[in-house]
């Protein structure tokens, strides 16, 4: 279903989105293509970080506004509420509250139209500020944790106290908020991306440009260094593959370490590496910023997390006209139709992953047509004028009261299944 695009407002309109984690991943790259993009449609976006990191450094670089809230170090090490001992919960809930009143001062000085927040654990800093200056929001959900736990029950909460609107990045986000308790719905807005020529670069040269033999076979994978991602799963089916295939490759890993592990786990990657004897092959690049220079040097790419509620990296390199190999979990299952624009595996399976890997080498063939369909289907669904056609008519609806709200929920959808 095409949704309406609402009007561009004749004044310009503010939103502002609270970021409680410095790291950069998808969900933050997303938000920043965002505030790239809105400038077009008759809004600005900036930001209040409550750490500086990766995040706030691109943010800057962007040229988007990011002020820095006074908060511990501690509290971005906050694991799961359930997990936490009492003076632990004590402080976590003494310092949201802090982080509140704080945020609550910006607002009233700067005074947007619009509160925007994507994470579930950002929604109860910013609900009570909204309720008590009369400010709406939108909540544009890019991960959400199942089953359920404390965290995810207190940002339902908040969000039906301050009337939040709900949009997510998957058809997965959204069931899994309905199964923690929103029964209110909520619509898709996918990530958008402006696919421009860089996207279709020589692929000789974007192999110079890493260092790279032309002639080698290489394959590569993409995200945040983090335990969910399955890099371990990955690194093991290297060393199937070196098995398997007889002959060389390099499998490259681009991304940056989240900032709550401080490099230890590249460290343990690296053991696992040098014990199953493939060190020589894996490569890990740390954070890039050509991606399309990286995608387009690949012959596969591969990402296997065990957790992903989308997952931008698959629609990037499907773009660039990679084949793309992916886990058979959350929203993955909604850009990937398997042996038709890429091929699915279950996670956590190495054995399973390196067969898959060994058989797309084997047939170029068929890898270069799937490779082909992948790229006409991710720039044709993914592309940002039309995300952000969606995206604008959320906006809109949100700071323009009642009426247009149940006009906006009255059109909801959703898409289960690959492209």
Not at 280 to 298: T, V
Not at 392 to 404: H, I, P, W
Not at 411 to 417: D, G, P, V
Request: proline residues 5%.
């Amino acid at each position: 279903m095409r949704i309406r695009q609402g009007k561009i407002p004749s004044k310009r309109r503010r939103a502002l989105m609270l970021l409680s984690m410095p790291n950069l991943g998808g969900a933050q790259l997303a938000t920043l293509d965002i505030a790239d993009a809105l400038g077009a449609y008759g809004w600005n976006l900036s930001f209040i970080s409550c750490f500086p990191g990766p995040f706030v450094e691109e943010c800057r670089k962007r040229g988007h506004p990011c002020g820095i809230l006074r908060t511990p170090g501690w509290y971005r090490y906050m694991g799961p509420l359930k997990r936490m001992r009492m003076m632990k919960a004590i402080g976590f809930a003494v310092v949201s509250v802090f982080l509140a009143l704080q945020f609550a001062v910006r607002m009233t000085v700067l005074k947007p139209d619009l509160l925007y927040v994507y994470g579930r654990r950002d929604i109860p800093l910013v609900a009570p500020v909204a309720r008590l200056l009369g400010l709406p929001v939108l909540c544009h959900i890019h991960a959400w944790r199942e089953p359920g736990g404390a965290r995810e029950k207190m940002a339902l909460v908040a969000a039906r106290c301050c009337s939040a609107l709900m949009v997510a990045n998957s058809q997965y986000s959204i069931d899994c908020m309905s199964r923690s308790g929103w029964k209110r719905g909520a619509r898709i807005v996918y990530n958008g991306f402006d696919f421009d020529r860089t996207w279709d670069r020589d692929r000789k040269d974007a192999r110079a440009s890493l260092g790279l033999p032309s002639g080698a076979i290489v394959v590569g994978t993409a995200s945040r260094i983090s335990a969910v991602k399955g890099i371990d799963t990955a690194i093991r089916a290297a060393g199937l593959l070196k098995q398997r295939l007889g002959k060389p490759f390099i499998w490259l890993v681009a991304g940056r370490e989240d900032e709550y592990t401080k490099g230890r786990l590249v460290a343990k990657y690296d053991a696992i590496s040098t014990a199953l004897g493939v060190d020589n092959e894996m490569r890990f690049l740390g954070y890039l910023e050509d991606m399309p220079s990286f995608y387009r040097s690949l012959d596969i790419f591969v990402s296997v997390p065990t957790f992903e509620p989308l997952g931008r990296v698959f629609i990037e390199a499907m773009a660039a006209g990679v084949p793309v190999t992916g886990s058979s979990v959350g929203g993955i299952v909604e850009i990937i139709a398997h042996g038709r624009t890429g091929w699915l595996v279950p996670p956590d399976d190495a054995e399973a992953l390196a067969k898959r890997l060994a058989w797309i080498l084997k047939n170029p063939k068929c890898a270069a047509a799937v490779a082909r369909a992948g790229r006409e289907a991710a720039r044709s669904r993914f592309s940002q004028k039309e995300v952000m056609t969606e995206l604008l008519d959320a906006f809109n609806a949100t700071v323009e009261g009642t009426d247009r709200l149940r006009q906006f929920g009255s059109q909801t959808h959703s898409y289960r299944r690959g492209l």
